[in-house]
């Protein structure tokens, strides 16, 4: 079954503790992407990645870390978590280019609570 | 100004009614335009795809573009209790770009 997967769904956690929200798609997509969905403001993109190795800036990345060493993989690290990073997070993923409709597929997303 | 605008709602309607959501946005360059649902703890799932201007029909579901005012539309008929979710409406600048800008989502209940 085509899927993203994130884990953990549900954490936790105090101020300054570092924590990595893992990502994983199998569908060979190229593009992946994280969002934060918060109330009121909907989602909101953090970090992208267009393939291995090549990842950019959303326009919500202060705070957030990322990384791309696989195709299938892409990680969201915070190094010092704080209240502010209270949120739904998303990863998503699809193909890129071609001629026709390349929805994003989305994980069912980790909620973090950061105290 | 947000780049997307949508009502938060929540709305709720009879079953069967006909629904209307709608979005707004700014930038004329957008040419790709997307209706997403999210069921409660899940993801959101993607409902329509239209390109530029028109409508786009798929069952109960009718998706409607007009560039010119640059507003959204998302008709629901003979809506069913199951229709129950968060509607996001969200754009693309073009394809390739894969930058998707939404709206913040009308959360809309179907009463049976």
Request: proline content about 6%; overall charge positive; some cysteine.
């Amino acid at each position: 079954e085509a899927q993203v997967t994130q884990n953990p769904r549900y954490l936790i956690t105090v101020t300054g503790k570092k924590l990595t929200v893992t990502c994983s798609q199998n569908m060979n997509h190229e593009y992946m992407s994280w969002y934060r969905q918060d109330p009121g403001l909907g989602l909101r993109q953090i970090y992208y990645s267009m393939n291995v190795e090549v990842t950019d800036k959303g326009d919500v990345p202060e705070g957030y870390k990322v990384s791309r060493k696989e195709k299938r993989n892409f990680p969201l690290i915070l190094e010092s978590p704080s209240p502010n990073q209270t949120s739904l997070y998303f990863c998503a993923s699809s193909q890129i280019g071609g001629g026709s409709n390349q929805p994003q597929h989305f994980g069912d997303g980790t909620r973090l609570s950061i105290l | 100004q947000k780049e997307v605008e949508q009502d938060p709602g929540p709305l709720s309607v009879p079953e069967g009614a006909i629904v209307s959501l709608n979005c707004t946005y700014s930038n004329s360059a957008f040419q790709y335009f997307m209706w997403y649902r999210q069921y409660s703890r899940k993801g959101p799932e993607l409902l329509m795809y239209t390109y530029s201007s028109g409508n786009k029909e798929d069952g109960r579901f009718t998706a409607q573009v007009d560039k010119s005012s640059k507003y959204i539309s998302l008709f629901i008929r003979d809506s069913q209790p199951s229709d129950s979710a968060t509607y996001l409406c969200s754009t693309l600048g073009r394809q390739g770009a894969q930058k998707l800008v939404f709206g913040q989502g009308t959360r809309l209940t179907i009463n049976p």
